[in-house]
């Protein structure tokens, strides 16, 4: 099956920003909600953001007011703007879709290989 692509992790430092890039090679994104999950060291997945096709958002908490997810149609690619990093951010961030945000993680499919995101000073 197909996986979306991540990519734009790298080393920050605490506060800093980043942004994250899920593409969709040889399919169309717009027609499917986008979620994005991290993987923490030691810690289970977490679901982190999602946009749905309308373009309504949602987040965990953990990331509320500091992340923003956003779709780009013509560029068939969603983002994660990532501000005011923490160290609990430090995690493998994957993008996956399904048919709509409320469905569960398990639900989400194409999931790619993630990037590392890694919050040090």
């Known amino acids: 099956q197909l996986q979306l692509v991540e990519s734009g992790g790298g080393l920050v430092q605490p506060g800093g920003s980043l942004r994250l890039s899920c593409a969709a090679p040889?399919?169309?994104?717009?027609?499917?909600?986008i979620g994005w999950f991290r993987q923490a060291p030691g810690k289970e997945y977490e679901r982190v953001s999602c946009?749905?096709?309308?373009?309504?958002?949602d987040y965990a908490d953990s990331v509320k007011g500091r992340f923003t997810i956003s779709r780009d149609n013509a560029k068939n690619t969603v983002y994660l703007q990532i501000n005011n990093v923490n160290p609990e951010d430090t995690a493998v961030y994957h993008c996956?879709?399904?048919?709509?945000?409320?469905?569960?993680?398990?639900?989400?499919?194409?999931w790619g290989q993630g990037t590392r995101v890694t919050v040090s000073s």
């Open positions: 946009v749905s096709v309308d373009g309504t958002t």
């Open positions: 996956a879709f399904h048919w709509s945000c409320a469905g569960s993680m398990e639900s989400f499919s194409n």
């Open positions: 040889g399919f169309t994104l717009e027609y499917y909600a």
